[in-house]
C-alpha cells in the first residue's frame, strides 16, 4: 500500500490582500505557513513548524496567468518554532498584485548525512513472516514506492523500530477496512524520523495498538505497535519504507 504522506503539497492564489487555498494533498500539515502583502521584490512569509521534528519546506511563487516561476527559496524548520522568511523574485521579475504560491513539506533535514548504520528487522526474529511484496518479486500496487516491503504476518503480530528516532506521526483510530477506495484514507501508521534524517513509514497497524506518542524517542527493537489490516488491504500485514526527503 503506496504511502501518502511522504510529502504535502499546498497551493495558494494570492489575489492583492485576498487568500483562498485552491488544495491540499495529505493530511493536515504540522507546518504553518502564512504568505504577508508582498513587496515589488519579495514576498514575506511566516513559517511555523508545530511538530517534533525538523522539515524541510519549499516555497515557490508564480505569476498568476503564465505560472512563470517568480521566485523560489527552501529551509529547515526544527521542531516548535517559528520563523519570518522572505522569497526574494529572481533578476529582472516582479511580484505584481496577483500571483500564487505552491509549498513542497517534507519530514527531515537535508544537512543530515545518512548513516552507514543497516536497519534492524520491524519485527521479532522469532517471528515467521512472510515477504508478501517486494521490490524483487511481483509489485501489485508499490507502483509510486517498489523500494518498501509489506511483511505478511498474523494480526497484532509486535511491530519494532528498526532503529533509533523520534516518533513523528502516530495515528491508531482506523478499524479494519478492506478492498473498497474508501479505505484508502483509513490507514494506521508511525512514523519514525531517524538521527541521520532518514524516515521509516510503518502502515496498517492494529487499532489503539501505539506504544508511543509523537516526539517520544525509541530505540531500534523497541516496540511501537502491533500488525494489522486498516486502511485499503486484502488481509493483515506491515508495509514498511524508509525515505529521506521524500526519496526512497
Not at 489575489?15 to 502583502?37: E, H, R, V, W
Request: aromatic content about 8%; glycine content about 8%; some cysteine.
Amino acid at each position: 500500500m503506496q504511502s501518502r504522506y511522504l510529502s504535502r503539497i499546498l497551493s495558494v492564489w494570492l489575489l492583492g490582500s485576498c487568500l483562498s487555498t485552491q488544495g491540499a494533498i495529505g493530511k493536515t500539515s504540522d507546518i504553518q505557513i502564512t504568505p504577508q502583502p508582498s513587496q515589488t521584490t519579495f514576498a514575506p512569509f511566516n513559517v511555523k513548524n508545530t511538530s517534533f521534528v525538523p522539515q524541510t519546506v519549499s516555497i515557490t511563487a508564480y505569476k498568476k496567468d503564465s505560472e512563470e516561476v517568480i521566485g523560489k527559496t527552501q529551509l529547515i524548520i526544527y521542531p516548535k518554532t517559528e520563523l519570518n522568511i522572505k522569497v526574494f523574485a529572481d533578476t529582472g521579475k516582479a511580484f505584481g498584485a496577483m500571483w500564487f504560491y505552491r509549498s513542497n513539506l517534507e519530514i527531515g533535514d537535508p544537512s543530515k548525512t545518512l548513516s552507514e548504520q543497516n536497519y534492524g528487522l520491524p519485527f521479532p526474529t522469532n517471528t515467521l513472516v512472510k515477504i508478501c511484496q517486494s521490490k524483487d518479486g511481483i509489485l501489485t500496487s508499490h507502483i509510486a514506492t517498489p523500494e518498501a516491503i509489506d511483511f505478511c504476518a498474523p494480526i497484532r503480530t509486535p511491530i519494532l523500530a528498526a532503529k533509533d528516532g523520534t516518533v513523528a506521526e502516530v495515528e491508531d483510530s482506523f478499524v479494519e477496512c478492506g478492498m473498497d477506495p474508501s479505505c484508502m484514507e483509513k490507514s494506521n501508521r508511525i512514523r519514525v524520523m531517524h538521527n541521520d534524517g532518514s524516515v521509516a513509514d510503518y502502515e496498517h497497524i492494529y487499532q489503539k495498538s501505539a506504544k508511543v506518542k509523537e516526539g517520544e524517542a525509541v530505540k531500534a527493537g523497541q516496540q511501537i505497535a502491533e500488525i494489522g489490516a486498516t486502511g485499503q488491504v486484502t488481509g493483515a500485514h506491515l508495509h514498511f519504507e524508509v525515505s529521506y526527503l521524500g526519496k526512497h
